[in-house]
């Protein structure tokens, strides 16, 4: 099966992601000509298949994802760094000593669990 999609009404990417939501179904050839994606659909099971209106409906779909990322990005950079920032600890008591280059660390001080040491 063979299906012609206008590349003005698609982005690369989003052509790419429609036609990986069916590769464990088909094997997928994806090419372009003419101001066309060319999408051949050649099914590994004979009994199933792959319309044009539903690899179309897959497109609209990705496409649309693709515009609520992109409407969204500010906020979730914003909910991200504001959950990054919540997580930092400003506790005098544990502040990192300062050790020299050449001091002997001993490995028994390094391989302690935090929650024996720290259990109250």
């Known amino acids: ?11 690369k990417d989003v052509l790419f992601k429609a036609a990986y ?3 464990d179904s088909a094997y997928i050839h994806l090419d372009f000509i003419d101001d066309y994606y060319i999408v051949d659909i050649e ?6 298949s792959i319309s044009e209106k539903e690899f179309q409906n897959e497109l609209v779909a990705q496409m649309v ?3 609520v990322r992109n409407q969204t990005r500010n906020i979730r950079e914003l ?3 504001r959950a990054f920032a919540s997580t930092i600890i400003e506790d005098d008591t544990l502040k990192m000593q300062e050790t020299s280059e050449f001091e ?3 490995i028994n ?3 302690k669990d935090w929650f024996e040491q720290n259990n109250d």
């Open 104 to 106: 002997e660390v001993n």
């Open 21 to 23: 939501n069916y590769t």
């Open 79 to 81: 909910m991200l760094a």
């Open 1 to 11: 099966m063979q299906y012609k999609f206008p590349a003005s009404l698609y982005t």
């Open 43 to 48: 099914m590994k099971n004979s009994d199933l």
């Open 109 to 111: 001080d390094i391989l």
């Open 65 to 67: 994802r693709k515009n």
